[in-house]
C-alpha cells in the first residue's frame, strides 16, 4: 500500500447551515471572536466536486473528512437519509479521484438534541453514539477502510469542562473525567460495530484492511522555566493527562482520566480494558506548550479559575498567526512516543495558520523532513493529512486563522491555491514517484 498523502477538513468547519448542532446555537449566542458565526462556512455542502477536485490537483490520494452526525440525526431517532446521500456522493466522488476516505465520526459538533441532555457527560450518550455509527455502517460501511471514531476527545472533554472554548463552556472539572469515560464508551462500541457489521467490502479499497482508530491531539509540553521545580511537575503531568491519557486507554492499559487536585478521577471504563480498540493512532500535532505556574500576564490561554497558563510560544519564537510556535521536533518527539505502542501511525492533522502564506512552505517542508526521516528510520507510518484543504470556520476564533491549502474568498467562495500548497504537490509527486 502506497503512502497516503491527504488533506483533512471537518463538517461544521467548511460545510455550512449545520443550524442542528451545538455550536450554531453557541454561536447564536455571540461566543466567537467578532461576534460571528459560521453560517455558510466555505460552503463546502455546494462545493465539495470542486473541493475534491482541487485535492486530487494537488496530488493527494487520500482525504480525511467528517460526518457531522446532526444532519444525519437532526432530532432524536429521527434519519435524514437526503443528508446521508449527500456523504455518499462524497464518497463516490473520493472513489472516482483516487482519495481514499478516512471518515471521522465525531469531530467536535454534537447534535443539539443531545446537547440538551448534557452532551457526551449524559450517561445514554455512548448509545446514542452507537446508534449514529450504525446508520452510518449501514449507509457506506462497505467503502470506508479508514475510521475515526473521534477527533481529539480531550480536547473536546477540556474546552467544554475547562478552557471554555467548546459549548457548553462551563467550568466543572469533574465533567472533564466524566465526558472522556462516556466519549470512550463510545469509542468502544463503535470500534466493536465497525468491525462487526461490517462483512462485505466494495469499492476501489475493498481489500484495505478496515482500520479504526482516534485522531488525537498532542503538545509538546515544557516548563516555562526549566529551573522550576513545579512548571516541570506540571509538564510531566499535563504529558500524561492530555498526550497519553487516551492512548492508554484505547490499547486497554489502566485509564488516567484526571489530574490530582485539578481533576477528579472518575470509574475505569471496564470494556476498554485489557484489550485494544484501535488499529491504528492518529496524531495531530501543531505546536508546542509552555506550561506557566501562578498568574503571568504573558500566558494567552488560561481559565481564570487556574493558576496555571500555558502558553503555546516564547517571544522570538517563529509563530504562525495563532501564536503557535513552529516547533518540527515536538511532531519528531510525538512520533518516537506513539512508535512505543506499537500500532500503525497516520498523521491526521498537522497544519499553520498563515493568512499570508509566508510561514506554510516553510512549515510544511520541515514537518514533511520529520515525517520522511522517521520512515526512513521504520517507523510505522502510514499517512499525512495537512490542516486544512482549506480555509475555514476555525471554531472560537472564527474566520480570522487560514490554515488553508486552498484561500478562500468569504464573499464568492471562489477557492484558489496558495503559493505553498504548490510546494506540498511537488514533494508527494516526489515520493509517489520514488515509491
Ligand atoms: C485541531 C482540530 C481542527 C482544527 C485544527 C486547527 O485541534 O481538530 O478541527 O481546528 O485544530
Known amino acids: 500500500m502506497k503512502f497516503l498523502w ?81 456523504y455518499q456522493e462524497l464518497v463516490t466522488e473520493c472513489e472516482r479521484l483516487g482519495l481514499l476516505p478516512m471518515l471521522t465520526l465525531h469531530h467536535f459538533t454534537s447534535p443539539q438534541w443531545l446537547a440538551d441532555k448534557g452532551g457526551f457527560t449524559h450517561p445514554n450518550s455512548p448509545k446514542y ?23 481529539e476527545p480531550m480536547v473536546l472533554a477540556v474546552g467544554s469542562y475547562m478552557g471554555k472554548f467548546m459549548p457548553p463552556a462551563k467550568y466543572h472539572p469533574r465533567n472533564v473525567s466524566l465526558a472522556s469515560e462516556n466519549l ?35 503538545l509538546d509540553f515544557k516548563p516555562d522555566r526549566s529551573w522550576h521545580p513545579l512548571e516541570l511537575l506540571l509538564s510531566q503531568i499535563f504529558r500524561r493527562f492530555y498526550n497519553r ?34 488499529d491504528f493512532i492518529g496524531i495531530n500535532y501543531y505546536t508546542k506548550a509552555y506550561i506557566q505556574w501562578g498568574p503571568r500576564d504573558a500566558a ?23 501564536g503557535w510556535a513552529l516547533h518540527p521536533q515536538g511532531l519528531d518527539q510525538m512520533i518516537r512516543f506513539v512508535s512505543g505502542y506499537e500500532l500503525p501511525i497516520y498523521i491526521t492533522e498537522n497544519g499553520i495558520a498563515d493568512r499570508e502564506d509566508k510561514l506554510r512552505a516553510e512549515y510544511l517542508e520541515a514537518h514533511l523532513g520529520v515525517v520522511q526521516q522517521a520512515r526512513k528510520n521504520g517507523v510505522d507510518l502510514r499517512g499525512y493529512y495537512y490542516w486544512s484543504l482549506m480555509d475555514n470556520f476555525e471554531w ?4 480570522g486563522p487560514r490554515f488553508g491549502l486552498y484561500h478562500v474568498n468569504y464573499e464568492t467562495f471562489e477557492r484558489t491555491a496558495t503559493l ?11 515520493d509517489l514517484q520514488e515509491s
Open 300 to 322: 494567552q490561554e488560561r481559565p481564570a479559575e487556574l493558576p496555571i497558563g500555558v502558553q503555546f510560544a516564547r517571544r522570538k519564537e517563529k509563530v504562525s498567526d495563532l
Open 129 to 151: 453514539f452507537a446508534r449514529f455509527t450504525e446508520r452510518v455502517i449501514e449507509k457506506l460501511g462497505t467503502r470506508i477502510p479508514l475510521w475515526c471514531t473521534l477527533n
Open 245 to 278: 491519557s487516551w492512548l492508554d486507554a484505547i490499547v486497554g492499559r489502566k485509564q488516567h482520566f484526571g489530574v490530582r487536585g485539578l481533576v477528579p478521577y472518575g470509574a475505569q471504563v471496564k470494556e476498554a480494558l485489557g484489550r485494544r480498540t484501535a
Open 184 to 218: 470512550l464508551k463510545a469509542h468502544v462500541l463503535a470500534y466493536d460495530l465497525i468491525h462487526s457489521k461490517i462483512r462485505d467490502r466494495s469499492g476501489p479499497w475493498k481489500d484495505h484492511p478496515i482500520r479504526v482508530g482516534i485522531a488525537h491531539n498532542m
Open 420 to 430: 505553498s500548497s504548490q510546494v506540498y504537490k511537488k514533494f508527494i509527486a516526489d
Open 6 to 86: 491527504g488533506a483533512a477538513t471537518s463538517s461544521h468547519q467548511i460545510e455550512g447551515g449545520n443550524r442542528h448542532n451545538d455550536w450554531w446555537e453557541w454561536e447564536s449566542q455571540g461566543n466567537i471572536e467578532g461576534g460571528v458565526r459560521s453560517g455558510l462556512a466555505a460552503d463546502h455542502w455546494n462545493r465539495f466536486r470542486e473541493d475534491l477536485r482541487l485535492a486530487s490537483e494537488l496530488g493527494l490520494n487520500s482525504y480525511r473528512f467528517s460526518i457531522e452526525w446532526s444532519r444525519i440525526e437532526p432530532e432524536e431517532g429521527k434519519w435524514d437519509d437526503e443528508a446521508m446521500s449527500w
Open 396 to 399: 472560537i476564533k472564527g474566520f
